[in-house]
């Protein structure tokens, strides 16, 4: 059962993760002006992260409550660290640049944050196949 559920959540991140990639944020950016979907997308990446994170720490607990220490307990480990990572440390440089102007570091860490999202997606197909 614990399984089963676990598979669920993993899906439903990656679920997740693909609507806010491939819809949220390209609807925001084509619809609102800069200064609108700029505050819009601060407010609501911090909820993304966040129910991402609580997410994949239920699945990691499933996963210790089953005793699943294989390449996917890691995978899924990696994958949380990395939604708290990207909230609490990368977010907000990537404010604080787009903020002070400045546009290398910005565009570095806006790149940066597309990476680790994109690693996280293949990640949770891993986990899933």
């Known amino acids: 059962m614990f399984e089963q559920i676990s598979i669920y959540l993993i899906a439903m991140i990656l ?5 806010f990639s491939f819809v949220i944020a390209p609807v925001v ?3 609102l002006d800069e200064e ?7 407010r609501i990446f911090p909820f ?3 129910i991402n994170l609580g997410i994949s720490f239920i699945v990691l607990i499933l996963f210790l409550i089953l005793s699943n ?3 996917d307990f890691y995978l ?3 994958v949380t660290l990395l939604f708290a990572t990207s909230n609490y440390l990368l977010m907000p440089l990537i404010n604080k640049y787009r903020d002070e102007k400045e546009d290398k570091k910005f565009k570095y860490s806006h ?11 293949i990640f949770l197909v891993f986990i899933l196949t």
């Open 69 to 71: 220490f294989g390449i």
């Open 48 to 50: 993304y992260y966040n």
């Open 29 to 31: 950016f084509t619809t």
């Open 15 to 19: 679920g997740i993760m693909l609507f």
């Open 36 to 42: 609108n979907a700029r505050k819009f997308i601060r």
């Open 76 to 78: 899924i480990l990696v």
């Open 111 to 121: 790149f940066i944050s597309v990476v680790i999202n994109f690693v996280q997606m």
